[in-house]
């Protein structure tokens, strides 16, 4: 039996620093969900992880209970932290499920309310997941009806006529800092978020850039794809030399500080004024920068200020969101119905095929030996057409049934 479930830590309960001990690195993401998958006993997982949240949406027979949490908590925290955040998460099963996913999707349950973005990612993720076989034709379904609830949702509401994303968020806080002249950033990481900023940031092509960088070669990539004014340089060299900038812009996947106070005197020796943007979960910048030094960061905890202006700014939508949610949820049923049908009546035609190959070998074998060539082409004729209309009636005549009862 399909049982839908919803493990959810997000922006609601947990910090940003909790949440980004749940995200999981390219290089590991995939064995660790099919150990994940294998160990909990799951039918189908997809994993959905973004700035503010990290979801695992289950189909299984299992119960998410204190022991199924424990068991995939241990894979990403201590012992020590399991009793506290279990506290934090949310789950949702069947009905409230479909309902969150269909918010989230279309960004009513986002840090910032009408942020386009999620839908993207809600498609990648499980595109990610079903070429790795971690999911399969019942998550299928629901995300194909998601992305659709979330469309009509953006197309039929006003509920992303200002789209705000943590970006664009920054980009505006930074604009508060920044004059028109040109400035000179240095940039830390060469990832989505940073490529989002900079287009942002490079509408003022008189704008200079010097980026740190892992991979060089996709520093390098980055620069050429948005056209930068920029010198590229190994993350490790970060704090070894002084660099004249006015800003700091930085998002990197790590799970420890990149730039700390040690690093950041190295490249800022004379102590000038300077302002850190770190859009990075866990943060990227350690905060005796901020407190210690003449130095302000902006990061996407004190983003969330703004987002909340924002949901109240857009709030009387919500409710207009609400109603083609729940329609679509219907909708969401009865294709999943009609599905589970198709599913149950997919092994009919391979029964008929058995039929037949049974009657021709075993019971009439006989028969047909008596009969000459162009006798044995009409009875095959024949059967071929009996056959088809054996697999076709009975589906349309269940289907006929199905939707007879679903109407009512």
Known sequence: MNKLQIIALTHRNFNFDEIGKFHLDDSVRMDLLEKLKSKLNINELMYLSTCNRVEFIINSDTEVNQTFLESLLSEFVSKESLV????????FSEKEAVHHLFSLASSIDSLVVGE???????????????????CGDYIRVLI????????????????????????????????????????TFLIIGAGKTISSMLKFINKNDQHQFLIFNRSTEKAEQLV???????????LAELGTTNHKFDCIISCTGSQDVILTKEKFLKINPEGNKKLIVDLAVPNDCDQKISKELNTKIINVDQLKIRAE???KARSKEINSCLAIIEKQIIQYYLAE???????????????????????????????????????????????????????SVPMKMAKDIFLKETSK
């Open 144 to 183: 194909q009806k998601t992305i659709f609830t979330a469309k009509k949702v953006y197309t039929e509401s006003e509920i992303a006529t200002r789209p705000v994303s943590i970006v664009s968020l920054a980009y505006l806080e930074l604009k508060k800092y920044i004059s028109k002249q040109p400035k």
């Open 224 to 234: 050429s794809q948005l056209n930068l004014k920029a010198k590229v340089f190994p």
């Open 337 to 391: 119905k009609e599905r589970t049908l198709e599913r149950a009546l997919s092994a009919v035609p391979e029964s008929i095929k058995g039929i037949r190959k049974k009657a021709f070998k075993e019971v009439f074998v006989k028969e047909l030996e008596t009969l000459d060539p162009q006798a044995i082409n009409i009875v095959n004729s024949l059967v071929d057409y009996m056959e088809k209309k054996y697999i």
């Open 116 to 134: 386009r973005e999620i839908i993207t990612q809600v498609r990648k993720a499980f595109e990610e997941c079903r070429e790795s076989n971690l």
């Open 84 to 91: 506290p955040m279990m506290k934090k998460i949310e789950i």
């Open 309 to 311: 202006e924002n949901l």
